[in-house]
């Protein structure tokens, strides 16, 4: 039973518009979610994070919004650029564990 | 600073062989990880360090898998023996803090049992 599911394997974007990135999750415990950026032959960087206590959370063109009570988050990229193209992994915690529960990720092409 | 650093990149072992990962965190960092993704899927938990201690090994997939960490500092993964089903990417992460802070991630191993 996957808790953190990443519904789209691939998303196409043209350059400058913007991308979204969903993640729908089934453990209501989880209060601390996570997303990373993975290029080919490396391993997967952090990008922005969100506490359960927030709906939103923003780091330049990068925004997170959380709905607690749809257990879904979103990925908001504007404008996206080329060097965006990665694959984007969705992960959530809950208090009390360290361990990172990941989805299985959404390719993302950003084309020009 | 260095990053998390594992070796090999790259295992191709044959079924039954004993094939033994390495991590080197970064420095200072107690807490380690130990993550696999097998092809196309989630990247999924094995086990947790503080120090030389395993916090949380649940995620390991039966007794074939064995994570050290002796002195608090780099940690081995062997796999003993190998299976088919063990092939994948296996990742290490380490983080300075406990409790839902982003953790630093290696570049992977791959491993390929044939």
């Known amino acids: 039973d996957q808790q953190v599911k990443q519904n789209s394997p691939s998303l196409s974007v043209q350059e400058g518009r913007i991308s979204i990135l969903n993640c729908d999750y089934t453990n209501s415990m989880f209060d601390y979610f996570l997303w990373y950026k993975k290029y080919p032959a490396e391993g997967p960087t952090f990008l922005i994070s969100i506490s359960s206590i927030k709906d939103k959370n923003e780091d330049g063109r990068f925004t997170v919004f959380l709905n607690k009570s749809a257990k879904h988050l979103s990925l908001h990229i504007v404008p996206s650029q080329p060097g965006d193209s990665a694959v984007y992994f969705c992960?959530?915690?809950?208090?009390?564990?360290?361990?990172?529960?990941f989805g299985t990720g959404t390719r993302l092409q950003v084309f020009p | 600073e260095a990053g998390v650093t594992q070796f090999p990149s790259h295992s191709v072992i044959e079924k039954g062989q004993t094939v033994t990962l390495r991590c080197d965190p970064i420095s200072g960092h107690d807490n380690l990880y130990w993550y696999r993704r097998v092809m196309g899927k989630e990247i999924k938990f094995l086990l947790h360090f503080v120090k030389e201690s395993k916090q949380d090994e649940s995620g390991m997939p039966n007794n074939r898998f064995l994570a050290e960490r002796t002195g608090g500092t780099y940690s081995t993964l062997k796999v003993q023996p190998a299976e088919l089903e063990d092939s994948g990417v296996y990742f290490c992460?380490?983080?300075?803090?406990?409790?839902?802070?982003?953790?630093?991630f290696g570049q992977g191993t791959r491993l390929t049992v044939v």
């Open positions: 992960a959530a915690s809950d208090f009390g564990t360290d361990k990172l529960i």
């Open positions: 992460a380490s983080s300075q803090d406990r409790g839902n802070t982003e953790a630093f």
